[in-house]
């Protein structure tokens, strides 16, 4: 299903050629340039600066096949994914470090990847005006050292699944006699681990530390004169964004949401303080903690007025009405909370935010450090998802025979339709609909040992890795629907209008014509509907303007309905790499 | 057993019936009975004078020793008017208690055929001997039992049954009180409203509890009591039924449940605050 997702998305970022260049790369797996151009049936020109576009945009690894030696092109489906979250990246620069942060993600992010000489060019800085131009790299600089741009290595664009499976063969060649499961693992491991540092390494070296030639390879010779605490933007090196970073930020604000779900605004802000203060040194998704960090460090972030009001007003102390209770008092309470301090039951810590690191380096009274549980707390993200799919699905009682079964294990119906209370023969047809989702799976235990299907029980249970990938599988089909309603919208909505007004309002003078309207009516807002009386025609008439109005509102559901769904999409795909899988796929939970 | 020389019991027949119905099971071995008439002949001659009208049935355990039971006098004048057969079939459904005995079963125990068995069955629901008793677990078995005997929990399926189906109504009733139950002691008094109203919506959240003044938070028991003021039914819940209640509750993500208080004993329920 990702792959007519794909296609759209390339269809609608880069036009209907490339797209025919991703279908057919996406159906027919790696293909050598001829291959291409039989099922494209594109000319060679237009073929070849097709695959440039794509390349140049991360879309497409290049390789050498090992066989014959021909140069073979693969499409890079997780990369291709993320373009759908640009927007958001774009948003979080700007927010985050400021407007020229955010002008440079998304120059660069309409150019795939660029130099810093390019992305001043684009962005219209002239070295004549040195003060623009020292906001700018300034800038670059903030955005390449904290790691939201990271420099395009050559690696970056070769297929890792060819040495993947080499460096697997090589481990396994290592395991004498007849390999065990385990081993096999362990070495899969091992091969990616490996190649994980290769890619670190190389984009170690792409990063521009300290102004001193590097002799690696020829594209960086030269270093830049901007110098600033003793490192600078390399200018011969291209940078693209790295969607890791800003995933942290993403998968932060969820972490947020939840503590404020789960228990209220006061919880939200020390769980937000504790994020924010370690957020230099995040840089993957992929990691199980924060760093450790001190109460009174906490403390210190969260002593404006205003936090200290949220902050005491989500708490109700018996007897507080005569004395004031201190904001490190409330901080410490609403961290015992967040840390399940009261319940330390297995349930309890699976239900935790945040934890204590009791080796405290001597310093008696304060307690130890406190942590931010990534992992626990993405567990039990994902473990949502699947029961938010459940509940809206199948309601309370499908809602319920699935935690029941995350929760025992595996079941037989008797046991489950007494555990629910919940009459059996309402049971069978949901648990038949819901493996048929498969959010539940059967596990068969034969009574006899010739396994006959006739005298086997089957016992019910929640194979997560299914559940999570079928649940993702719908996702995307979900994304490709809401994509291809749009499209809908926008070519025949309203009969076909839709289509045509928006290519009247593109028209010049139509365009001159509406601003002149738009920027009158702001000013003569005091006079109400006056105004709209006494405001020029403009060139469209008041028809359109309801068609384009209509049309903007639809806009706006999907877009917020894609929101939606795809942070779904990141829980279940971007958060899962936590669980090993260096690229990013599902195979293993 | 036949019924023919009919006499009332003599003096010493009817102590020993006595004694026999004086012991716990009804039972008198045969060592009792030679306390009771210590004479051999006269005890032999009463003996089998009360085995042959039925007052008395042989019994022998393992070991091989004699023991008789008694058989009381309004019981014998129910069953005196029976085939051997229905005896039979009467024997094994009146020893399955409470619990009741399905026809195959009956069937495999007595080794009769099958129309034997649906026919002493038919004479003895006509007789109001047994009646047949629905089973929630095996609804299409035909399970008998003796009648005047109140069939067991495991057949009527406790209080959550009602003719024989899972009263899903009273079920959800209750456990919505149980919830109510639990949300006003977790969350403070004066915001509650607020938080029923727009759940975590609202503008900073509801207000909690800190941890070191956390509530009390209602046991399984309390949560009984509280029912059981409120007059929500008459059926009497014990706590098993109660903590039925509350695990599904867990299981809907509605509440969730802590660790016993101070001193650790009871289970205390306290609430999963929204749906996490």
Redesign the interface.
């Known amino acids: 299903m990702s792959d007519e997702l794909c296609t759209k998305i390339i269809l609608q970022h880069f036009g209907p050629l490339t797209a025919t260049v991703a279908n057919a790369l996406l159906t027919r797996g790696r293909l050598t340039f001829p291959q291409l151009l039989r099922y494209t049936q594109l000319k060679p020109r237009t073929l070849r600066s097709c695959l440039l576009v794509l390349i140049q945009h991360n879309v497409l690894w290049h390789t050498t096949h090992p066989d014959d030696g021909a140069e073979v092109v693969e499409f890079n489906v997780d990369e291709c994914l993320v373009r759908l979250r640009f927007g958001t990246f774009v948003c979080l620069a700007e927010s985050i470090l400021g407007n020229p942060a955010g002008e440079i993600v998304q120059i660069i992010l309409d150019h795939g990847k660029l130099t810093p000489p390019q992305i001043f060019h684009h962005l219209g800085v002239t070295p004549s005006n040195a003060k623009i131009k020292l906001r700018y790299t300034q800038a670059l600089h903030q955005l390449v050292s904290s790691r939201y741009l990271k420099p395009s290595t050559v690696l970056s664009h070769i297929s890792p699944k060819d040495k993947l499976i080499q460096y697997e063969s090589e481990e396994k060649a290592k395991i004498s006699g007849f390999p065990t499961a385990r081993q096999l693992r362990e070495a899969k491991e091992t091969a990616r681990g490996r190649l994980k540092q290769e890619e670190k390494e190389a984009e170690k070296i792409g990063l521009k530390k300290k102004p001193q030639p590097q002799a690696k390879t020829s594209k960086r010779k030269t270093m830049s004169d901007m110098s600033q605490d003793d490192t600078v933007v390399d200018d011969t090196v291209y940078f693209r964004v790295n969607p890791e970073k800003f995933a942290i930020h993403l998968r932060n604000e969820l972490i947020e949401k939840?503590a404020?779900?789960?228990?209220?605004?006061?919880?939200?802000l020390v769980v937000r303080a504790i994020l924010k203060l370690t957020e230099n040194n995040q840089f993957d998704v992929s990691e199980v903690k924060t760093d450790p960090i001190s109460i009174s460090n906490i403390t210190l972030h969260l002593s404006s007025p205003s936090d200290e009001e949220?902050l005491s007003?989500?708490?109700?102390?018996?007897s507080s009405s005569s004395k004031k209770i201190s904001n490190s008092t409330?901080i410490k309470?609403y961290i015992?909370?967040l840390s399940s301090?009261?319940?330390?039951?297995s349930?309890?810590s699976a239900?935790k935010f945040l934890s204590t690191t009791r080796a405290s380096s001597g310093r008696g009274g304060g307690g130890g450090k406190i942590q931010v549980e990534f992992d626990v707390i993405i567990r039990?993200l994902r473990r949502?998802v699947l029961?938010s799919v459940a509940r809206e699905k199948y309601g309370?009682e499908g809602?319920?025979i699935v935690?029941?079964l995350l929760?025992e294990g595996k079941m037989d119906e008797k046991q489950i339709a007494k555990?629910?209370?919940?009459?059996p023969q309402s049971i069978r047809p949901l648990l038949t609909s819901l493996s048929s989702d498969s959010l539940v799976s059967t596990y068969p235990v034969p009574k006899t040992s010739d396994r006959n299907p006739t005298r086997t029980f089957y016992l019910w249970y929640v194979d997560l890795a299914t559940a999570y990938s079928t649940i993702l599988d719908k996702m995307y089909k979900t994304l490709f629907n809401i994509y291809a309603r749009r499209e809908e919208e926008r070519e025949s909505g309203a009969n076909g209008m839709v289509k045509k007004v928006l290519e009247k309002r593109e028209r010049e003078d139509v365009r001159e014509a509406e601003e002149r309207r738009e920027t009158w009516l702001r000013e003569n807002a005091w006079l109400g509907e006056a105004a709209m009386k006494g405001a020029e025609e403009g060139l469209l008439s008041e028809w359109e303007r309801e068609v384009l109005s209509e049309w903007a509102r639809k806009e706006e559901k999907l877009t917020v309905l894609e929101t939606r769904v795809q942070e779904g999409v990141f829980i279940l795909k971007d958060l899962g790499r936590v669980f090993g899988t260096g690229t990013g796929s599902l195979e293993e939970e | 057993m036949s019924t023919t020389n009919k006499r009332p019991l003599n003096e010493l027949e009817s102590r020993l019936h006595q004694a026999a119905l004086a012991t716990a099971n009804n039972e008198l071995t045969a060592k009792q009975a030679e306390a009771i008439i210590p004479d051999n002949k006269a005890r032999q001659k009463a003996l089998n004078f009360l085995l042959s009208v039925g007052y008395f049935r042989p019994l022998s355990d393992k070991k091989g020793t004699v023991a008789f039971r008694a058989v009381s006098k309004s019981e014998l004048e129910s069953t005196k008017d029976l085939t051997e057969e229905e005896k039979l079939v009467l024997g094994h459904i009146k020893t399955s208690g409470n619990e009741g005995i399905w026809t195959k079963h009956l069937k495999t125990k007595t080794n009769l055929h099958q129309n034997v068995i649906d026919r002493c069955i038919k004479t003895l629901t006509q007789k109001k001997l047994i009646k047949r008793v629905p089973s929630v677990q095996h609804p299409t078995r035909k399970i008998y039992m003796l009648e005047g005997v109140e069939p067991s929990v495991s057949l009527t399926g406790g209080p959550?049954y009602q003719d024989n189906?899972?009263d899903?109504e009273f079920?959800e009733s209750l456990t919505k009180a149980c919830f109510k139950i639990i949300r006003d002691a977790s969350f403070?008094q004066h915001?509650r409203s607020h938080h029923a109203e727009g759940g975590?919506g609202g503008?900073?959240?509801?207000?909690?509890?800190?941890?070191?003044?956390?509530p009390q938070y209602p046991t399984s028991q309390q949560i009984r009591n509280a029912l059981k003021q409120a007059r929500l039914t008459d059926i009497e819940l014990s706590i098993e039924h109660i903590e039925?209640?509350l695990?599904?509750l867990v299981?809907?993500?509605e509440i969730?449940?802590?660790?016993g208080n101070v001193m650790g004993f009871g289970k205390s329920f306290?609430l999963f605050?929204?749906?996490?």
């Open positions: 939840a404020r779900e789960r228990f209220n605004e006061g919880a939200a949220k007003s989500g708490l109700i102390f018996s409330c309470e015992g909370m301090a009261d319940n330390p039951t349930q309890g239900a039990r949502r029961e309370t809602l319920r935690r029941l929760d555990s629910t209370l919940m009459p | 959550w189906e899972l899903t079920i403070p915001r975590a503008a900073g959240g509801p207000a909690l509890y800190p941890i070191s003044k956390s039925m209640l695990n599904v299981l809907d993500g969730e449940k802590v660790r306290s605050l929204t749906g996490n």
